[in-house]
């Protein structure tokens, strides 16, 4: 081998040498920017990794922010219904009470009212009472008098035919001469008045031999008794008393024994 090959030799081998010096560079350059993509990706893949899980964050941030304003929304509305139903409970008790204190004073008017009227009746009856009192005063007054009036007058009346008795006994004591007849003609006067004041409810009181009695006898004197028996009794009666019904018109005068 001559010189010129040898030169040929050596400058294909180090053609061979840079070209392979220049493969392994590209090689490198392919492996290292293979790399880089692979990183990038890795670096892509990882922010997107990231971007999701801060856009999966944000959406849970937004979920529970979401859910506390409408917890917040719903304890506000919450509050306001009770507070709106704790005005309505007041609202309410305020027209209950109003309402109470109305009905307990339409009560206290219709008692007042009914007071009143209670009051005009007792009043309007006591002026009642008042005047048929006067006017039964008045008729019984007046009707008092007429009876005094027409009780003396029927007395007297019924004493006209004892009168007209008398006057014929007069007369018959100066013309006759027989006193047996005068006698019993005196006798028959007596009987007759005496039957008269009977219907008049006048009656003789017994007080003869009957034990003293100051409700109906008035002892004018005493006088030893004539026995054991008449002591304390009319002996005597001076004077006849007399009933007019169960009243005592006159007591009678008696001599009493002791």
Do not use: C, W
Request: glycine letters at 4%; charged letters at 40%; a negative charge.
């Amino acid at each position: 081998m001559n010189s010129e090959e040898k030169k040929q030799t050596q400058a294909g081998q180090q053609d061979s040498s840079k070209q392979q010096q220049m493969n392994q560079q590209q090689e490198k350059e392919q492996q290292q920017q293979a790399k880089d993509q692979q990183d990038t990706a890795q670096r892509d893949e990882q922010a997107s990794g990231q971007q999701q899980e801060n856009h999966d964050h944000q959406e849970d941030q937004e979920v529970k922010q979401d859910q506390a304003e409408k917890q917040q929304e719903k304890e506000q509305d919450d509050s306001q219904q009770e507070e709106q139903q704790k005005e309505n409970k007041q609202e309410e008790g305020k027209k209950k009470k109003k309402k109470k204190e109305e009905k307990e004073k339409k009560k206290e008017e219709a008692a007042e009212k009914s007071d009143r009227e209670k009051l005009a009746e007792l009043q309007d009856r006591y002026l009642r009472l008042q005047a048929e009192y006067d006017n039964y005063r008045k008729r019984t007054l007046k009707e008092k008098m007429e009876l005094t009036r027409s009780a003396g007058e029927d007395i007297l009346k019924g004493l006209l035919p004892v009168m007209d008795d008398f006057e014929r006994a007069l007369q018959s004591i100066d013309e006759t001469e027989n006193a047996e007849a005068l006698k019993d003609g005196v006798h028959l006067i007596y009987n007759k008045f005496r039957e008269f004041l009977k219907q008049q409810g006048v009656q003789e009181m017994e007080s003869q031999d009957q034990e003293f009695d100051t409700d109906r006898h008035e002892a004018i004197s005493k006088v030893p008794a004539t026995s054991e028996d008449m002591k304390g009794k009319v002996v005597d009666v001076v004077q006849t008393g007399y009933f007019l019904n169960d009243k005592v018109l006159r007591y009678a005068k008696v001599v009493v024994g002791e």
